[in-house]
C-alpha cells in the first residue's frame, strides 16, 4: 500500500499534494457553519480564517507542485529545440 501512495503523490494524474488545501479549506468551512449555526461568532470567525489561509495555500502547492514542474519540463523541451 506504501508504494501506491508514493506513487499517486509523485504521479501527475494524482495531485494529492493539492488535495490536503481543499480538504483543510472544506473543514474550515465547515466550521463557518457550525458557529453560524450556533451563534458561536468566534467559532464562524476562525473556520473563515481557517478556510482562507488553506485556500491560500492550497494555491501554493498546487502551483509548487504541478505548474513549476511542468513549466521547468516545458523550457527542457523548448531549449532542446533550439
Known amino acids: 500500500m506504501n508504494g501506491s501512495l508514493c506513487r499517486l ?4 494524474e494524482g495531485h ?3 488535495a ?10 465547515v466550521l463557518v ?3 453560524a449555526a ?3 461568532g468566534w ?3 476562525a473556520g473563515g480564517i481557517i478556510a482562507g489561509v488553506a ?8 502551483h509548487y507542485s504541478i505548474d513549476q514542474k ?10 532542446k529545440g533550439e
Open 9 to 12: 503523490h509523485e504521479s501527475e
Open 70 to 79: 511542468l513549466m521547468a519540463r516545458l523550457d527542457r523541451l523548448e531549449s
Open 16 to 18: 494529492v499534494t493539492s
Open 43 to 45: 467559532l464562524a470567525v
Open 20 to 29: 490536503a488545501g481543499a480538504l483543510i479549506a472544506g473543514a474550515g468551512a
Open 55 to 62: 485556500i491560500l495555500g492550497w494555491e501554493v502547492l498546487r
Open 38 to 40: 450556533n451563534g458561536t
Open 33 to 35: 457553519g457550525i458557529g
